[in-house]
């Protein structure tokens, strides 16, 4: 039994002061940043709209450079670049433009040409259209991911992580971890090498766990790794699908690779070894893997194969290949989902491998927002809620949710899916985090949502909000957390899981009111149990702003335990496991 962690030995005491602002996703590599003020006055805009690409267009090379014309020193005219300093396919945020709606707005380049030194730049508007702007590089910043320098990073093998007392650390070391959801056996103490990377990424591919997947992938985990038995993983994954799961499973694990830049030649070259011979690969991921060697998708065939991938898959793939629009955006609500299930109407509804206290389905109306839901055999007497991060689906937490229900045989589990926005990329995502003055909007009809899903599930099986607890990770974290905070009666808990929360900070648009416990605002808040546990060691949302969210949790009237826990990165862990089960067993038993 371990020690436990007091709330005054956590996740505060790792970071002075306790605040971080700033980008910690996206690093800036060059471009109109780093621009004097003067420049930026000089490009600032109206940019001309041009047409948008066609849809799935066949080509993605870049334009090839026009001859730049000759300009005289007695015009005075600047010597313009002839050649693009960016390259295509690059993610860019636009800013310094006189139009104030697109400042912020994510895009992705798609050609330059010399003669006017203005690259194309592509936009996905809400409808899921496309349109295409031309923008001078000064109004660019091009992003790309961090790429930390691998560390190794050792502790006692003496202690459990969580067992060290906390308010001895110093500010914590941005070092990439071994992270997710990993198997009983795992130790977090372990260094995060290449070599413990790719045990862990060929574990969680045999075991189809798509959460642990696109989180090792995320650590620099080499999708060219191969299995325990030594065998390609792109080629492991093509037979992974374990009985009673998804029929699909095994295609998004192809495609999570794929997204992450594994080679498709390996499955190719073995498909064309067995060509007459009996059948090994299916034919989708033989199509699958022929996509991304051409980075196209050209045929109804292919279209349709890419579709077919759960929506955290896709969005992967989307962005690895850069392929235009349009694309599907939105989705049906889950209350909605479940309750067009009940009435008999068209939903696709796929049973999964039951549990020994659970039975589990997966629903779906427009492939957009499946919703998982794992029933107890009897009648269920409280209901856990649980989101999940950005670019992940309800699918990829069926993993998780099988460990969580291990020991809470009463207790409902529904995981919906969140709409298909463009943030960062076309793919699920609660709110849209590159538009501040959309954030509150955003997180306001996430509410909605899910106090409609809430009151159904309440309404079904009588289940008080006393009885309930909302989850979530990162995004799905602060979509929980607005949303617990704002319920007329307390709600049995909070959990959240590698999530800033609610940052006040940092360009978040201030809530109604910040007043303390007895704000208008917060109503909720009083009393309301919460359980925070955040890696030590994760780069995507560092320990600061889990400091933060703490902090403000606090200052609204909620009873918070927060706890840090080392060599995890922004994903979850055994150990993280095991304290939640502990937690929701107290909280709702």
Known sequence: MRDPVGTDESIPDLVPGGRVNGRVAFKWKTGGRQASNSAEQNYSGYDKLGEGPAPWRTSMDQEKPKEQPKKSAANGAANAPTHPQYPTGGMV??????????????GIIRAFDSATSRYTVELIEENGTTRSILV?????DLLCPEDPQPEEVRFETSKRPDQEPLRSLKAPTMAPSVSGVVDPGFQASAPSSASALALELAGAVESCNLFQVQALLRDRADPNGRSQTEV????????????GRSSSTSLDLIALLLGWKADPEVLLDRDRERKGK????????VVL??????????????????????????????????????????????????????????VHCEELEATSAHRLWIYSVDRLRPVLVMRPLGRPTALVVLLHGLFQSAQMLEYMVRDLSSSLPHVLFVMPTAPTRDAWGVGPAWFDHTRSARKAESLEACRSE?????????QDWGIPPERVVLAGFSMGGTVAAWTALQVPRCLAGLLLFGTEGLSFTGGWATPK?????????????????VLQCHGREDTLCPIGFATTCTDELRKLGCSVRSLAFRGVGHALSADMLEEAKDWLQRRIP
């Open 450 to 458: 899910l106090l409609a899903l809430l009151s159904s599930q309440g």
């Open 278 to 285: 009996r059948a090994v690969f299916s034919a989708e991921a």
């Open 93 to 106: 945020e636009l800013t310094g433009l006189q139009r104030q709606d697109l400042n912020a707005r994510i």
């Open 289 to 346: 893997c022929q996509i991304f060697k051409k980075k196209d998708a050209e045929s109804d065939e292919e279209r349709a194969v890419l579709s077919s991938l759960e929506p955290g898959a896709l969005a992967q793939a989307r962005r690895q290949l850069k392929l235009p629009g349009p694309f599907a955006m939105g989705g049906m609500s889950p209350a909605a989902c479940l309750q067009a299930e009940r009435d008999g109407l068209d």
């Open 136 to 140: 001078r590089p000064a109004n660019m």
């Open 232 to 243: 390609p993983l792109l080629l492991e994954a093509s037979s992974a699908t374990k009985a």
């Open 513 to 529: 009111a910040l007043s303390g416990p007895q704000s208008d605002w917060a109503t909720g808040a009083d009393g309301l149990q």
